[in-house]
């Protein structure tokens, strides 16, 4: 990878780590401040944080900017569900038919996720832009 694709990806994980973070923190927020379940709440804060890592690594990540796409929006969302998918996977190949730890098999499929999460993303999703930027 040339190092403007390097800085792309840096991006794209520290993105990512936002989202984390914003989704834990509404979560917590949901079932301990408010009170509310634990299953709307993981559909609440998941989606915020969706919504959050499309806008930076639309704007930011893969600069693709512009108006909104709703097909931009669901092609980003087949390619989250798919990488979650594949690192749900990844996780327990790694623990139950690897005898990994189930932290060891988290932090791998951490990694298959990002791996799964940017290519689609930057070759199917933010394809446009990303094409003009690499010309």
Partial sequence: MRGQEWKRLAKFALVGGMNTGIDVALFAVL??????????SQF???FI???NSYWWNKRWTFQTGGKRDARELIRFGIVNLL?????????L?????????????KLLSV??????????SKLWVFRKETLRQDS
Avoid at 31 to 40: E, R, W
Avoid at 111 to 120: D, E
């Fill in 44 to 46: 609440i804060s998941y």
């Fill in 83 to 91: 990488s979650f998918l594949f690192a749900t996977g990844v996780l």
């Fill in 49 to 51: 944080a969706f919504l």
């Fill in 31 to 40: 079932v301990y401040g408010i009170g509310l379940s634990s299953t709307p």
């Fill in 111 to 120: 990694f298959a996720s990002l791996a799964v999460n940017y290519t689609g």
């Fill in 93 to 105: 190949a790694f623990e139950k038919g690897l005898g990994f730890s189930p932290i060891a098999a």
